[in-house]
């Protein structure tokens, strides 16, 4: 009598939103991968886009924001396309891509008002060739298949250096993997025709495999609720599609078919367990049809046939926990079009509106996992608690935030525990008893605060400002303290350097391994020193670099420790690559020569974001472009009158800044024009200068001299250069130009000139008065360049907020940088926000001269074992001295009086216990005393 039962589905019908409830500003454009191109959790859709090239990713928001409209923003995630993507269903944010580029990446993606993530949290190199196939495990967190050319792979993103299991490779091009819902077996599809169900945790080979298609061309697999039936679609032997059932225990011949016509678009089905629907739609299809699956015959029962405005280049399913069930939308299905992302409706049509219906909607499943992936990985079989869908009863997923924060920290998918970093970028001013920080201050309590009616109680912020009104602000870095590390980990017995290099080389370069030095000696050879080598050099006998030419600047890549470029006085670039372990032979031929200028160079500057991108200033008043993979000039940029000083990349690695001779402060595009977009006055000197951004790219900051050939240093607004400097700290008189490091984590720049004694330090801040002047550092003798480490360099147990290399005549030293804190045993969170790991690059050259942006991913600086200062239990004080209210109280005049004798006899002491000393002198006797 089953086939005679009523449902209650048979009626949903579908509704596509209006246009002004589509969301655009989509590029969906045509893709060659097996992937649905579009996923979604509660809270945002993410999806393919061909915009800006490929690698990138379109991220928007379920709901529309307050004005009705959604805002869609584009992150660039891979070198290559990306082929298949998915959302964690325990966390909204937390989304898993794959691409052609061969790695799998995890991504804590939020709002699309909010500044997305600069690079991914976990990154996985499956080594298996191009991947096609992504799927978080349903009870399990951090846990994913992966699919590769012929073979799945299974991986805890907390063991990131191999997968959990490789199960057996298949015969041809795997085309779908799907989970059962309870996370025991993994199903997949192949170009073979073969259907496979393996189950991971007790054998690599299938537990079931069984020639079910019918053809090779894309098929799709997925279980149905938490049964043993599977359901696929594909295609017959006469090219028409087809869905069909399987028993997962019996995989010989199918329990059933249905034929959905002739077309070539692959079908992409979407499966919803609660109610048994099921959506069928064809890759570039305009129609998309819903089916209600039964176990019997018949097993599909057509719902609905549904035509849409446009074709259909991607489909999405969103979660049961963001439908609008007040009014009887059981489903609703996202349709990815070449402009625009649809809604589709799906409504069950019911009289009363406005009300739970609790026969429609039986429990889903929740948002929390049952275990993690090693527990499942030992044999555990927990499953994901079930939560109402009644809004009534509904609580709020774990994972939920208002819309203005990030997720927490603690759900990341490797296992670590990151804290909430303090806003990076410029800092404010604070006084010296300003409290700490919003973000690292613990919560106020309700009863903390039911005080505060019952009279006027000033709040700590009140009373920094008032201190701060009258001693001006104070950086929390103004005692910042520079000290020389111990002579063990000196470079000494230093021979024949070059101590002329041109104003514009910073004199020498280092990075987190190895020291380039130029030495003196005739062909410009330059000496190489491995970081980990420290100690006396032998006097003769030091392999080097032959550059043949003398070296007007050098720098080494960011992306690759290995590669050096040197700039020569013949106009040519040369790239070389230092061996492994250090120069064990002089290298006399380089790994290739750039050729472009026409006269000598000034200074060569890599990109902060994109591989192999080099930009190079010369006397021939240009600034050209270069991609060192190709070895070819990409761009030149025109528009300086004389000598350019110095040039900087902004931190987003977008625009370049130079300042010239010409008294001219520039900012170039350099991808939509040679000509800068902005100019405006520079410093008034003409002896020297340098460029850097500052304040997260907002501000640009210049070091030069005045008019009076004072060393200066002035403030720009990267917005204006136009209106001119909005402030200026002199510091000294000097003939060398102060060459500038700065560090984006805390805003302070640290700056000295080559043959100086004397290191300047200054915090920036976005406001009146800009500079806030430190504690300098002052060495013995006068040393030929400072250069910087990685911030991971740095010894947070004592608190270094800057690490760098001191080069002197003789000698290469460790300097660092502490803040002096007294409860050094806790992690300074206020003094060490995320990092950025600016020495990873995020996108070739290619990619970046396309159009792609990129961003640095941020990683914690916390020592697993330390605490952080803003969760520290607070000191006890202890009075050294007695209360005010002991001395005001009243006493009598006697009381007086007894305390001042008991005092007096105390100080004294007791006279028969300690004599005078005029007792013990011998006298006359006293008959002896005259009358």
Known sequence: MNRFKTSKFKNTTPKIAKKDGWISNVRAGSFTSQGNHIKSSTRLVAF???????GMLGLTSVEPGSDGRWTVTVIPCHADLITDLDFSPFNDNLLATCSADETVKLWRVCEPEQEQPGGAEVTLCPGEGRLELVAFHPTSSGLLAVGSTKTAQLWDTSRQQSPLAALEPHGDQLQSLSWKQDGSLLASSCKDKKLRVFDPRAQLTPVQSAQGLQSNKDSRILWIKDSDHILTTGFDQMRGREVRLWDSRKLGSSLGSANLGTSNGTLMPLFDPDSGLLTVSGLGDSVIDCFEVSASEPFLSQVSHCLTDAP??????VPKLALDVLSCEVMRVLQLTDSFIVPINYHVPRKSGQEFHADLYPDTLGRTAAMSAAEWWKGGEKQVDKVSVNPSNRQKPNNAKPANQMPAKKELPSGRSKEEAPVRGCSTSSSPLSSPSSSAAPSRSPSSTSGLSSGFQPSPSQSVKAISSMLGPSSKFRHLQGAVLHRDTHFTNLKGLNLTTPGECDGFCANRHRVAVPLATAGGQIAIFELSQAGKLADTGLPTIQNSVNVADFSWDPFNSHRLVVAGDDAKIRVWQVPEGGLTETLTEPEAILQGHTEKIYSVKFHPLA????????????????????????????GHQDQIFGMAWSPDG?????????????????????????????????RGARVVWVCDGKY??????????????????????????IASAPTDVSPSTLIPFYDPDTSVVILTGKGDTRVYIFEIVPEAPYFLECASFNSSEPHKGLAFLPKTECVVQEVEVARGLRLSKTSIEP?????????????????????????????????WLAGSDGKHHSISLKPKDMTPVSEAPKEVQVRKYLPSSHYLEEKTDEQKKDELLSAMIGKLGNMDDNPLPQESFQGVEDDEWGD
């Open 48 to 54: 393919n886009t061909d915009q800006a090239g490929g």
């Open 312 to 317: 259909t280049r991607g489909v999405a399913m």
């Open 815 to 847: 300097v660092v940088f502490r803040v002096p804190r007294v409860r050094k045993e806790f992690f300074q969170d206020d003094v060490y926000p995320d990092t950025a790991v600016w020495w990873e690059s995020s996108l070739t050259a290619s990619a």
């Open 611 to 638: 591989s192999g991108l080099l930009a190079s200033s010369s006397y021939d008043q240009t600034v050209r472009l270069w991609n060192l993979e190709s070895g070819d000039e990409v761009k030149a940029l025109r």
């Open 700 to 725: 640009l900051m210049v070091s030069g001299f005045d008019s009076r050939s004072e060393r200066t240093l002035y403030l720009h607004s990267a917005e204006s250069l136009s209106s001119g400097a």
């Open 654 to 686: 977008k625009l370049l800044a130079t300042v010239c001779k010409d008294g001219k402060l520039r900012i170039y595009d350099p991808r939509k024009s040679a000509d800068p977009v902005q100019e405006g006055a520079g410093p008034e000197g003409h």
